[in-house]
Each structure stands twice: as C-alpha cells, then as structure tokens.
C-alpha cells in the first residue's frame, strides 16, 4: 500500500497574483482529499502559515511550514544585469529551522523595494552579514525546482551547488510533472541529474488553487479612482484615498456583494465569483487598491475597470 501523498509545492492567496485560495481553505481541501501533509510555501513569505496552522490543528493534518525562494546571482560590474539562479523550495524542519528561514525571508525582503524580494546564492553560503549562521540553513531541507525549459547543463550546476551547501539528507530535486507537452522529456532530465549528483527526487504538484475551477478566468483590476496625470495618458495604477476604500465596500455591499467570512469585508464574493482586495499605502500617504476576480467573468459595476495591460 503506497503511503499518504504529502504537497511539498504549495502557494495560498498571501502570494499575492499567484496564489488564488486562502490558506485554510487549502489545508481543509487537503484533509478531505486524504493528504498526508501539506507545506504551505508562499513566495518568500511565512505570512499564511500562523491561518494554516489553526486550520491544520482542527483538521488533524499534518503542517509543514516552508518557502519558496527564487535566488537571484549577484551582479557583477561592467558585466550586465544579475542573472537568475536556482528557485528553491525550503521547508523548515524544527524551530531552529524556522528561525533560519525567518531570517532569510528578512534578509532579502528587506534588500528589495516593497512587494518584491532579493535573495542569492551566497546567503546560504555563509555570507550575509552578521548573519554566518544562514550558511548551508540549518534545519531546514531544501527542493530545487527545475523548470522545464531549463537545459541539463544548468540543472546539473544547481543540483551540484544545492549539494554543496545542504549535503545529500536534506538536498532534493522536486520533479513536477503539470500535463505540460514536454513532461517527458523533463522528467528523463531530472533523472538523470538525479543519478549523476546522488540527489534524491520527490514528487511536487505546484498548488497554488485548492478548486480546479478556481483556475478560470484569473484578471487583475484596478479600481477607478482619481489619477494626477489627464484622463488619456497611460496609467498603471489607479490612486485611492482612505475614503474612497470605505465608499467602494459600501457600495460593493450595496450591490450584493458578500463576505466569504473566512477573513475580513477585503474577500467578497457574489453568485459564485469572488473579488480579493489589497492595498499598498505609497510613501506619500496615498494608497493603491488592487482587485483579483476569480471565477467566471461577470459584467463588473461601473465604478471597477480593467488594468489597462489586461
């Protein structure tokens, strides 16, 4: 008898336009289809997992607190833009791995703009400063996420490096197999530079929905609101005052909307479509409203218009 299927590659709504379902709502999914684990991986976050963790305790799932990071190489001068290292999976396996992906989550939040994230190769080389200890992340194992467009050659390197640093018990390749048109050939690659570093493979399906329909008409909005620059040069996003957030709920409410009632008036939902909200506050005090529909495409009111790049 084949053990439980445990997720190991799983994203919720707190990456945010990645990531369609609240984190309770995956850990509830996973229970029902008989999961044996569930690691909640947010895209350099840890934000979802204290939501996953409640739910997981209800549900008698197993919880595996993890993150996915895409490592970015230093750039080196005179010789162009950083290149893009390895994408990672880690997954924290005691609390003082926990801390060490706390920290390194940190670290590279705090080197980029807000909403983005910069994170190397050599962090868990042992040199970020005063911080040594993130050297090989301690206590935590690290998946290496291949894509498929990806040549052996650079696999093999990333393979070989992820090695190095974590060793062959906690270093492994994630083989996703999407029903992609080269699944195949993927999957001969990866096990070949599987035999040749003595790396493990695991399997990883990629969450990022806990309802296969919920992959259906996925658009990013803007609300309307009042913009500094005249009505037909090109905008990318819309500038939102305080009060006009409090008017757009009340008129949302007004129209039907409703709560889904697992977090706050911010996730609304409506004859079976649903409107995610967030809000990023600029450094001039102004706040930008952003509007996810998922489900199918519904005539929107008036007063909510697509982003002009849709």
């Not at 974590?166 to 035999?195: K, N, P, S, T, Y």
Request: aromatic content about 8%; glycine content about 8%; hydrophobic content about 45%.
């Amino acid at each position: 008898m084949l053990p439980a299927y445990a997720e190991l590659h799983c994203r919720s709504n707190f990456s945010f336009l990645s990531g369609a379902s609240h984190p309770e709502e995956l850990v509830i999914r996973a229970q029902a289809l008989g999961y044996g684990a569930l690691a909640l991986t947010d895209e350099c976050s840890l934000a979802g997992v204290v939501r996953a963790h409640a739910e997981a305790r209800r549900a008698g799932l197993h919880l595996i607190v993890g993150a996915e990071m895409q490592l970015t190489h230093l750039a080196v001068k005179g010789k162009g833009d950083a290149q893009p290292g390895p994408r990672l999976v880690l997954l924290a396996m005691s609390r003082r791995g926990y801390g060490n992906l706390s920290q390194w989550v940190t670290v590279a939040r705090r080197r980029a703009a807000k909403g983005s994230y910069l994170a190397h190769p050599s962090d868990v080389e042992g040199r970020v400063p005063h911080a040594p200890y993130l050297a090989g992340l301690p206590g935590c194992i690290a998946l290496l996420l291949p894509g498929a467009a990806q040549p052996f050659e650079t696999v093999f390197a990333h393979a070989m490096w992820l090695k190095t640093w974590f060793g062959v018990e906690r270093a492994f390749i994630a083989l996703e197999l999407l029903h992609h048109a080269h699944d195949a050939e993927h999957a001969d690659r990866l096990q070949r530079v599987a035999r040749e570093t003595g790396l493990a493979l695991v399997a990883a399906g990629f969450l990022a929905r806990h309802l296969r329909a919920w992959a259906r008409a996925r658009r990013v909005f803007i609300i309307r609101g009042r913009r500094r620059h005249p009505p037909r040069e090109p905008f990318t996003e819309w500038e939102l005052p305080d009060r006009w957030r409090a008017e757009l709920l009340d008129r949302l409410s007004a129209d039907g909307w409703r709560s889904c009632g697992v977090t706050s008036a911010w996730d609304v939902e409506k004859d079976g479509v649903r409107l995610l909200l967030a809000t990023e506050r600029g450094e001039n005090g102004t706040a930008n409203t952003l509007v996810r529909m998922i489900g199918q495409s519904v005539e929107l009111p008036d007063y909510i218009t697509p982003s002009s790049d849709e």
